[in-house]
C-alpha cells in the first residue's frame, strides 16, 4: 500500500491534511484562505446539520434568513462586538459599476443585522419571546488558515434569541448549550465538556459564554460551539424594545448560539489514525461498503448483483444511500479496501467467491480491524448492532483519552510544567483578564473554561493566591 | 376586517408586496437591494429545497461548497460571462485591515471557480462525469430590487456537471430542465412551459439556455429556472481536461442548471388573491390550522385539548409541525379566521361548542371558501383528501388561466397589438440578437422561449419573413 499520510507522531499538523486530502472531505479555495467542502466532506456537513437542525426546531426555534452583507455603521453600535470583528472583516467597497457611499462588510456573524430586524418585529410582549436560527456562510479573515478549523470563510448555524426577561434567556442559552453537547457526544463522538468561559475568552459583546470543550487526539483542546448570553447589549445598541403586560416598555435579554464546520476538523483529530479517516457511524454518509471481488467477469456480474441486493435491504434499516458497492474491478481487492478504510468508511463487507458458498460475507471494522463472517440473513439485525458498537467504542474511546490526559495541580509552576508537557490541566483559577494574557505569554495556553460538572469546587488560586477561586481547564488550543 | 391589502385591480406591484408583508414571507434589509426572509417565507423555502435535493440526489448529484469570493481575473476568462456578469458584482477590496493585491467578486453564479477546481478533480474518463450541485447564495447588484423576484442578494441551487461527451452533456442539460418542471408542477403547482431560449436571452457563455416559464397572475412571464448547455467554453477556459480510454487528452463538456428563492415570487403571484396568501399545501409549512372557539375559559381549554389531540392524529398523516392549534383566544373567531387565511394556511379546521357535541369540526378550504363539517374520526383520512384536492385544483385553475390568457398571431403588427394587452403571445420567429432588441424597445417584451411542446411546428417569421421559423413565446416578464 503507498503511504499517502504523514504518521502522526511525526508531523500531527501535515497527518491532519494528508487526511483531509485522502478522504476527499476539502481542498484549498483559489481564494486564499478559503476552502472548497468537496462532496463527501460535505455530506458529513448535511448530516451534522440535520441533527442540529431536528433539535432546533424541537426546542421551538424557526429559521430564518438575513443579508450577507452589513452596513459599517452596525458594526460600530456595539463597542466590543466592533473591537472584536473589525480587523477580521472582509469590505464591500464596490457595487453595481460604482463606489458605495458606505462601505459594507461581510457578515463575520449577525448579531447586529438581525438586533435591527428584530427590533422592528418585537413591540409587545406577546411577540417574546423570538427564536430565530440561521444556517449560513460568514467571514473571518484568517492570517494562518487552516482546512475546516480557521478559514476565512466558513458555513455554520447561528441562533438569535430575544426573551422579556433575564432569568428566561440564561435558561435558553444553557439548554442550547445542552443540544449542542447532546449531539456532539452522542452523534459525533466527540468527548465534550461543557463550561463557561473565563472573562479574557468570551465572545465580544456577551455578559456570559458558554462552550463545548473537547480534546482531539494530540491533547490540545479544540472549541466545538459557543452559546452567549448577551445581557441587554444588543437590545440597547438596536433598540429591540417591548411593551410588558403592564404597558411598560422594556428592553430584551438576548442570546446568541453557534457551531460551525469546523466540528469535522474536530471529528477527523479525535478519531482517525495513520491510515487515515475514521467516522462515527452515525455521521458517515457511507456506512458500509459492500465488496464484491472475482476474476471472473461473469462471476463478478453476479456477485455484484447480489451485492446490490444486500445493500438494498441494508438501505431499508440504515437509510437511503447509506450503503456502497465498490465496483472498482480494474483495482486489487487490497487497494480497493484500502480506498474505503482511508475514506473513513465504518463497515466494510467483503464478498468473495468462497463467502457467497455460505451465504455469507466477511465483515471488517474500520476502528479495530476486527473480523467476523455474517451470513446473509442475519445482515439486517447484525450490521445495525456492529455500527452501534462502533459508535459507543469511538466515544468511550475518547473520553478515556480525553481523562488519561487531563491532570490537577496545585500551583502556577506545576500548571506550567504541565502545559509544556501537554494535556488539559485543571486548577482553581481566580485571575483577571490581564492575568489571562501574562499566562498566555508564558505557555501559549489559555483558559478553555470553568466546567460546569465541577462547578461547586472551589479552592485557592493558582495565580493570585485568591480563596474561593473556580476549577479552570487550562490547554493549548487549537 | 381591517383591509390590508391593495387590490390586485388597482396596483398589482402593491398587491404582491402587501402579500409579502401580512403573511410575513420577507422583509427589506438595511442593505439596499436586499432582503430578509422571515421564518414563514424561509419555511417555504426549506420545503422546496428539500424537493428539489432529494430529487438530485435520485439523479446522481452529490452536493459541495465553494467560495464566496472569486478571483476578478476568473470572471475575464470566458468572454461573454465577464461582459454579462461584471457590471453587476459586489467587490471586496479590503480584508483583514488590508487592501488587498487583487479584488475579488461576490459570486454572482460559480462557473468560473468551480471550473478551476473541476480541473484539478478531473483527471481520467473514470472521473467523469461528475454531478456536483452547491446551495448557496449568490449577489447580483439590482438597480430595481423586488422582494424574491429581484434581489441584491438570493438563495439557490446551482447544479454544474462535467461530462466525456457532448451527448451526455446536453442530455443532462435537458433532464434537469424536465426535473425542475415536475417538481414546479406537482409541487408549487405553476403552470410550466418548458422551452430553449433564444439567442438573446442565453446565459452568458451557453451554447443552449433551457427554461421553465410561467405565467402569473397579471399573464406577465416568469422565468423559473434555467439549464445551461456550456458545451466546452468553460471546459476551455479553465482547462478541465481528462484522458480518454484510448489515453488521448480531451476537452470536458459542461452544464449548469439553477433555481432560486424567486419562485416564492412565482408561487405568491400565480396563487394569492386579495385577502391573501395561497399556498399550494404540498409547500405549505404550515398546512392546517385548528381553531377551538369558546367564551368560557374552561371549555377553551378542553376544545384546545381536544384541538392539539386531532392536530397531533393529523400530523402523523401530514409530517411533523404541519398542523397548528391557534390559541389566540384573545382575539375575536373571526380575526382568527382571517389571520391564517391571509397567511395562506390551506385548510382551516373550525371546533366550536356545538362541533364538539356532534364529534365534529367545520372545515373550511383557503382557496375555495367551500365550507364541510367533518367527523374527527375521518380526519386522517378526509383531510390528506382535501388537500390533494386543492393542490390539484389550484395547478388546474394556474394552467387554464395560462391558456385563456395566450395567444397565436401571423404578423408583427398583430403581435405588438395583442402584448400591449397582456398575455403571451405565440407566434413564428427567426429574427436575430439584433432583432430581438428592436422588438424589446417596441413593445417591452421578449421571447421568453421556443416551447419544447411545439418544436416540431415551424412556418414563416412573423419579423424577418424568413421559411422555416419556429414557434416562440412573446412576452413582458418579471
Not at 80 to 94: K, Q
Request: hydrophobic share 40%.
Amino acid at each position: 500500500m503507498a503511504r499517502n499520510i504523514t504518521p502522526r507522531s511525526q508531523d500531527y499538523s501535515q497527518w491532519y491534511l494528508d487526511i483531509i486530502k485522502v478522504a476527499e472531505l476539502a481542498d484549498y479555495a483559489p481564494v486564499r484562505g478559503c476552502m472548497v467542502i468537496r462532496p463527501t466532506g460535505y455530506a458529513v456537513w448535511e448530516i451534522i446539520q440535520a441533527k442540529f437542525d431536528k433539535a432546533f426546531k424541537e426546542t421551538g426555534h424557526v429559521n430564518a434568513y438575513f443579508p450577507l452583507l452589513i452596513p459599517s455603521s452596525y458594526l460600530q453600535k456595539e463597542a466590543e462586538h466592533v473591537e472584536g470583528f473589525a480587523p477580521e472583516c472582509a469590505v464591500v467597497t464596490h457595487a453595481g459599476g460604482e463606489k458605495l457611499e458606505e462601505p459594507f462588510v461581510v457578515r463575520p456573524t449577525s448579531e447586529t443585522v438581525i438586533g435591527a430586524m428584530f427590533s422592528k418585529w418585537v413591540q409587545s410582549w406577546r411577540d417574546l419571546p423570538l427564536l430565530i436560527n440561521q444556517w449560513c456562510n460568514v467571514m473571518r479573515w484568517e492570517k494562518r488558515p487552516r482546512l475546516f478549523l480557521r478559514t476565512s470563510e466558513f458555513l455554520w448555524q447561528e441562533g438569535h434569541t430575544a426573551h422579556a426577561t433575564r432569568d428566561e434567556a440564561e435558561a435558553e442559552t444553557k439548554k442550547m448549550l445542552g443540544v449542542y453537547a447532546k449531539i456532539m457526544k452522542e452523534d459525533l463522538a466527540l468527548p465534550i465538556v461543557e463550561g463557561v468561559k473565563s472573562a479574557g475568552e468570551r465572545f465580544p459583546g456577551a455578559l456570559d459564554t458558554y462552550t463545548c470543550e473537547t480534546m482531539v487526539s494530540d491533547t490540545k483542546a479544540l472549541q466545538a460551539g459557543t452559546s452567549h448570553f448577551l445581557g441587554q447589549n444588543f437590545a440597547k445598541a438596536f433598540e429591540i424594545q417591548f411593551q410588558d403586560a403592564n404597558g411598560d416598555q422594556q428592553f430584551a435579554w438576548t442570546t446568541s448560539w453557534g457551531v460551525s464546520t469546523r466540528m469535522i476538523g474536530a471529528v477527523i483529530m479525535t478519531h482517525s489514525d495513520d491510515d487515515g479517516l475514521i467516522l462515527p457511524p452515525r455521521i458517515a454518509p457511507t456506512k458500509v461498503v459492500i465488496v464484491p471481488i472475482s476474476k471472473d467477469d461473469a462471476k463478478f456480474a453476479e456477485m455484484s448483483a447480489k451485492a446490490h441486493e444486500l445493500a438494498d435491504k441494508l438501505c431499508a434499516v440504515l437509510g437511503p444511500l447509506s450503503v456502497k458497492v465498490d465496483e472498482q474491478n480494474h483495482m486489487r481487492p487490497a487497494d480497493r479496501f484500502f480506498y474505503h478504510l482511508q475514506k473513513g468508511v465504518p463497515l466494510r463487507l467483503e464478498l468473495g467467491e468462497k463467502d457467497a458458498a455460505n451465504e455469507a460475507v466477511r465483515s471488517v471494522r474500520r476502528d479495530t480491524g476486527a473480523k467476523e463472517d455474517l451470513k446473509w440473513a442475519e445482515l439486517p439485525e447484525r450490521v445495525p448492532a456492529i455500527l452501534d458498537d462502533i459508535q459507543k467504542s469511538l466515544y468511550e474511546k475518547a473520553c478515556a483519552f480525553r481523562d488519561a490526559n487531563t491532570y490537577e495541580v496545585d500551583s502556577y509552576e506545576a500548571l506550567k510544567a504541565q502545559l509544556a508537557k501537554g494535556g488539559w490541566v485543571k486548577c482553581f483559577f481566580a485571575g483577571s483578564v490581564e492575568d489571562e494574557k501574562k499566562i498566555k505569554e508564558e505557555t501559549q495556553a489559555t483558559v478553555r473554561c470553568y466546567p460546569l460538572a465541577e462547578k461547586d469546587r472551589v479552592g485557592t488560586c493558582v495565580y493570585t493566591g485568591k480563596e474561593g477561586a473556580h476549577l479552570a481547564i487550562f490547554s493549548k488550543s487549537y
